[in-house]
């Protein structure tokens, strides 16, 4: 016996009752499935109702006005991008039976969606946590040294967790990457075979020389220099080298024991260094080159988060900025010129 179609709201439409029979019956699809193509169907029948075409002569640029007025209503890319493939399906199949000529859906892509802002610390939470020291007896020295110069590292210079894997102790023909200690510079390997330097900041430089004192420890009872290790600066007990995973495990630990309510994990180190570097000189080409982007787009995200920070400190600090911001976004007053698109360098 086939089982009955989902129950819905409006008369669905003959053609749309024998599609959800097509993929319900043939294509033998989840009764959850076939629930949201007849979600889907019911909008497009509603769709084409209000605008008094038959669905069968539904063109291109129809679809496309109303995909633009389910954004502007407030459906996310990812909601209206399912909607559209409900749609889509629907068409390719009245194309197979001979019912329409093109399908309208074919070339319609959903609106993209937003890309998140990248997570960063506020300055007194990095500074909070770079300065952090666990208690005597809580881990070994040379953890503490080791996991403190890593902090130092990923902050003072926004390297790369694999960056940050592949600095040896010494320059050399085989390092992908190493620090000067008398020019306070990091050389490193980052993506698509750049490298770059960047400057090492006098905490990070303190944290590497009490690092390498207890790296001593390890190599000697160890692999040591040519061994699994080899040259590499940041070892285990047995002096192999970290890995990221290993990295990502202690960052996140020494996070809660500094008492930071957010696990820290090493590149929201780097978007913290990114965001603080602009807060305070607002140059965004220079911290382009610090990063190592090839593009400045990619780093032009950071003046998203630039604008949120200065949008916090106005908030708290300004007697009617509350007020102010409440009433213009009621009243949908546009903002302030150049707040409304904080994406421009």
Avoid at 73 to 85: C, D, E, M, Q, W
Wanted: proline content about 6%.
């Amino acid at each position: 016996m086939t089982p009955p179609l989902p129950a819905s709201g409006p008369e669905l439409h003959p053609l749309v009752v024998r599609y959800l029979t097509h993929v319900r019956v043939e294509k033998r699809l989840a009764p959850r499935t076939v629930a949201l193509y007849t979600l889907d169907l019911e909008k497009l029948q509603a769709q084409a109702q209000r605008a008094s075409v038959a669905l069968t002569d539904v063109g291109h640029m129809q679809i496309r006005r109303w995909v633009a007025q389910m954004h502007g209503a407030g459906r996310s890319g990812r909601g209206i991008a399912l909607i559209l493939s409900g749609w889509r399906g629907f068409y390719t199949w009245l194309g197979r039976e001979g019912l329409v000529s093109g399908n309208p859906v074919q070339n319609v892509r959903a609106p993209k969606a937003p890309k998140p802002l990248p997570k960063a610390l506020s300055v007194d939470e990095a500074v909070q946590l770079a300065s952090f020291q666990a208690k005597a007896g809580t881990d070994a020295p040379q953890l503490e040294a080791r996991d403190q110069c890593i902090t130092e590292l990923l902050y003072g210079c926004g390297l790369r967790i694999g960056e940050l894997v592949g600095l040896d102790v010494r320059a050399s023909a085989t390092a992908l990457g190493w620090v000067d200690m008398d020019a306070a510079e990091a050389h490193v390997l980052g993506k698509g075979g750049k490298r770059r330097s960047v400057p090492v900041g006098r905490p990070a430089l303190q944290a590497l020389q009490a690092w390498l004192a207890a790296r001593s420890n390890w190599t000697l009872n160890g692999d040591g220099p040519g061994g699994e290790g080899g040259d590499a600066l940041f070892i285990n007990q047995r002096g192999t080298r970290l890995t990221p995973q290993h990295i990502r495990v202690r960052l996140k630990q020494r996070s809660l024991k500094a008492g930071l309510a957010t696990p820290v994990h090493p590149h929201m180190l780097r978007h913290s260094f990114a965001s603080h570097v602009l807060q305070s000189s607002g140059n965004l080409r220079a911290v382009q080159e610090l990063l190592g982007h090839a593009n400045i787009t990619s780093t032009q995200v950071y003046t998203r988060l630039d604008f949120q920070h200065l949008a916090k400190v106005y908030d708290a600090a300004h007697p009617r900025a509350l007020s102010a911001r409440a009433s213009s976004a009621a009243a949908g007053l546009p903002r302030k010129p150049g707040a409304s698109d904080t994406s421009k360098g």
